[in-house]
């Protein structure tokens, strides 16, 4: 009786054991803190990327003197190496789990100095996290900080003074809330099988050729996973090509779309489904058209101190480059530019060519190509006038009754924006006339001197900015009053009659 | 008696027109904001796990979107309200999605990051307003101003907006007793605040 009472108190034992170990996943189990390994403190104050070694020996110092056993540094500064880790800030659950396993420790304290500042008032603020490199969960986390103004003794006696004097204090702060114990659980972390997944291209046309890379993080042996892509009510399989790489090259689907991506695999009979992006077929080129508001002259735009051309696309989608180029009407390329998306909202040209020069009067063609994500192309033009010719002003005179009559005019097609006409005797202005339209006829009368010196200047401006002054001289005017004066005595009129 | 009687209520007057004056001059009238939340779309479940994505930076205080980022995900890892992932997972999709620092993830990218994380949401922050400006007194008086949503990975909803502006003023009691004077402290305040404000609110929308 007492050996089966032993047999049935044993074998009570083994079913609890049993029973323990299948509940152990889920149930888990409270652990001490005993040991930490402490990775090296973030600095804030030195940029992104800065390292603060002596905050990092203060905290293992004041760890050790709580009871609580610091991994050493030497190991863990090969592990960082080994894995190419320059900051803290990059150690994703793999790294944590498996630094966990390489230094034999459940817990990791990662640390960020926030403030570290002597300049106005000394002070210093840290952040601490503890991860549980079981599972790669944080457990704790910690903020604090200390100024100076926290210390005011009333004889001033051991107040701190600088940072470097606060910085023990508060890490003792710290090490005092630390927790003692955790309860964790045990179970396979979903978020560090996969180490990267590429899909290249992402835009592409019916029936081209994708690539889908996958690349895992064998931190589980035993897991066996049978990867697959869903696409477009499709499961591709992909191959197993390396010992921790997956790979497969397929078509893309024929209709045009966006269809979405997931990638499916299996961890101890449970499956995952992850949406790993967009696959984007597109055959069709994007619809784009130039607009630039200006005044038409040679059907096209003409060029005044600059052109502004907007580019405008009929359904907006995202273009991987561009490029521009302005063309003689016999296909001569004079200027090109180019560059990646996005598109530019505007282009500017100035009339000028690849070297800087100024373009001569004529016709151009501004060529805008684009390509879409998936590579097809799109063009649009537009046709520019460059008149650099200024207004050709001519100027005619005629006397009647003693009143001379100049009538101003404008040889060229473009339209005036402004003139102005001042006439001069012996260097005096005797009359100035300012107006828009031409041609223009003014009158005035005849100065009695015989031989007054009489004079004109012009200046004309045309709408595209050019601008013109010419100097007429008195010869014209009093030739013409010599040869009235002569008709006038040869037809035998007296001035007495 | 007449008279005393007078005298004796013109003096209970005094008095407490005294002891409001003293209140008011010697506590001030610094009666901090609440964070303003605004649930946009109440979640159907209470949230258990959470991606903090890495914060921008509109402020001129250097590193500022670094400071909050750090401070925030420490205190809502210590509230123990939901699980939060740690920052190296979120960093290597960040790196793989060609996501550069100070740019914000858009909504196909924030459906990747939440799938791949396997979180449902995402918190998305920016510091708008983060300095240290000296008073008439010399003291420090820190002062910032964030912006945070959660936002729902899988469809990309924003589930609530929180705009939160403190200075480390609005917590002096008397004197300079209680006055906040480091970013990181007014910080760890305000993320506090924020967090215990979300978990109030999601909790009773989600009831509801």
Known sequence: ?497 | MVGQQNFKYNLKRKLCWLTILVIFTVGGCSIANLPNVQILNCPKNSITKVAVLPFKNNSKFLQGGDLFYKVFSAKLINSHWVDVCPEGDIRAIYRQLEIFPGQQPNLQQLRIIASRLHVEYLILGKVLRMEEKRTRQGEINPIIAVSLQIVNGRTGKVILVTHHYREGESYRKIMHFGMVDTVTKLAAIMSSEIIEQWERDINECVRK
Request: proline share 5%; charged share 20%; hydrophobic share 40%.
């Open chain 1, 1 to 497: 009786m007492r050996l089966l009472k032993g047999i049935n108190n044993r074998f009570l034992l083994v079913v609890i054991l049993f029973i323990l170990t299948l509940f152990y996943p889920i149930v888990g189990l409270a652990q001490p803190i005993d040991e930490v390994a402490v990775l090296p403190i973030q600095d804030l104050t030195h940029g992104a990327n800065g390292v603060n070694f002596n905050c990092t020996k203060l905290l293992e110092k004041d760890l050790s003197i709580h009871g609580i056993k610091v991994i050493s540094d030497k190991k863990i500064m090969s592990f960082l190496v080994r894995h190419r880790i320059r900051w803290t800030g990059f150690l994703d659950t793999y790294n944590i789990i498996l630094l966990g396993k390489e230094l034999s420790t459940h817990y990791i304290l990662l640390g960020t100095l926030c403030q570290y500042d002597n300049k106005i008032e000394p002070r210093v603020g840290l952040t601490l996290t503890l991860l549980n490199t079981d599972t790669g969960s944080s457990i704790w986390g910690w903020v604090g900080s200390l100024s100076i103004k926290d210390f005011i003794h009333p004889l001033g006696l051991f107040e701190p003074k600088t940072a470097k004097d606060l910085l023990p204090l508060l890490i003792n702060r710290a090490i005092e809330q630390f927790p003692n114990k955790f309860e964790f659980t045990k179970s396979v972390c979903p978020n560090c099988i996969i180490k990267n997944i590429i899909i290249r291209p992402k835009y592409v046309k019916s029936k081209q050729l994708v690539t889908c890379i996958v690349r895992v993080n064998k931190i589980y042996p035993k897991v066996f996973l049978n990867m697959q892509l869903y696409l477009n009510n499709h499961y591709i399989k992909l191959n197993s090509v390396a010992p921790n790489k997956y790979k497969i090259n397929f078509l893309a689907p024929s209709l045009q779309g966006s269809f979405p991506m997931y990638l499916i695999y299996k961890i101890n009979k449970k499956l995952y489904k992850l949406y790993v992006g967009n696959l984007c077929v597109d055959n069709q080129a994007p619809q784009i058209r130039l607009i630039s508001r200006g005044i038409h002259i040679w059907n096209a735009v003409a060029l005044k101190k600059r052109l502004v051309i907007l580019p405008r696309l009929k359904n907006p989608e995202p273009i991987s480059r561009w490029q521009i180029s302005v063309c003689t009407l016999d296909g001569e390329k004079i200027l090109s530019q180019d560059g990646p998306g996005p598109l530019p909202s505007k282009f500017f040209w100035r009339g000028q060519d690849a070297s800087g020069a100024m373009v001569a009067t004529g016709v151009y063609k501004i060529v805008l190509d684009i390509w879409d994500m998936a590579g097809n192309k799109a063009e649009a033009s537009i046709r520019v006038a460059v008149i650099r010719t200024p207004p050709q002003i001519k100027v005619s005179s005629k006397i009647v009754n003693n009143k001379l009559f100049l009538t101003v005019k404008n040889e060229t097609d473009i339209p005036l924006s402004f003139w102005r006409l001042e006439v001069f005797e012996n260097g005096n202005l005797l009359k100035t006339e300012i107006g828009t339209k031409l041609p223009v006829t003014v009158n005035f009368s005849i100065p009695n001197k015989k031989f007054a010196k009489l004079y004109c200047i012009v200046t004309a401006r045309d709408i595209l900015g050019n601008i013109t002054k010419r100097k007429f001289s008195n010869t014209f005017v009093f030739n013409k009053v010599n040869k009235e004066k002569k008709q006038k005595s040869n037809n035998g009129w007296t001035t007495e009659f």
